[in-house]
């Protein structure tokens, strides 16, 4: 994992509170670094106010292919059906394909799935760049700041078609299963 700075992150209770809240276990348990990326999680953190010209954030691009970029912003006043969106980022999937976003504004939660089947919720903030691989269990969802402005990167034409679990047999999934698991 490249890592320039703490990345927040913890295990979660399994309440059916608003999805938005921290959900930290009682006591907390956080999660280090050192796990995220035995779980195969990349972090970066670049300068979100320059990223047109952040050198850094090129030689990420080139190093890992990443050729095709947009930006997206979610807030109950920027995205239509925001509810219903937040529901459907909340269903946990995988996808094929590696999954960039680099936080330009606001901050949101990106839960992820160890080894364990347990949730790990990961605070990504502005100038996080959070690679989270192709294969590996994961939802989204806003913190209750109800905000977030996103820089999302893809290799190619931009392909989002989440696998909702069970996806098992995806060869996305076993590859990150055959190669993560034995690290």
């Given amino acids: 994992m490249a890592v320039n700075a703490q990345l927040d992150a913890w295990y979660i209770n399994d309440s059916e509170e608003d999805q938005r809240l921290p959900h ?79 936080i330009l504004a606001g901050s949101g939660y990106f839960d992820v799935r160890d080894f364990d089947d347990r949730w790990i919720r990961i605070w990504a903030k502005k100038n996080d760049m959070l690679v989270v691989p192709a294969g590996m269990y994961h939802r989204f969802t806003l913190d209750e700041s109800e905000y977030i402005k996103a820089l999302r990167l893809f290799k190619g034409y931009p392909v989002w078609t989440p696998h909702y679990r069970p996806q098992d047999e995806h060869p996305s999934r076993k590859d990150y299963i055959t190669f993560w698991k034995r690290q």
């Fill in 24 to 102: 930290h276990l009682e006591p907390k348990l956080y999660v280090p670094v050192q796990k995220l990326a035995e779980l195969g999680l990349a972090h970066w953190v670049l300068d979100s106010n320059n990223y047109e010209h952040d050198m850094e954030l090129r030689k990420i691009r080139a190093e890992r292919g990443y050729t095709y970029q947009d930006i997206v912003d979610i807030a109950p006043d920027l995205l239509p059906n925001y509810e219903a969106n937040l529901k459907n980022f909340y269903k946990e999937h995988m996808h094929a394909d590696e999954e960039i976003r680099f």
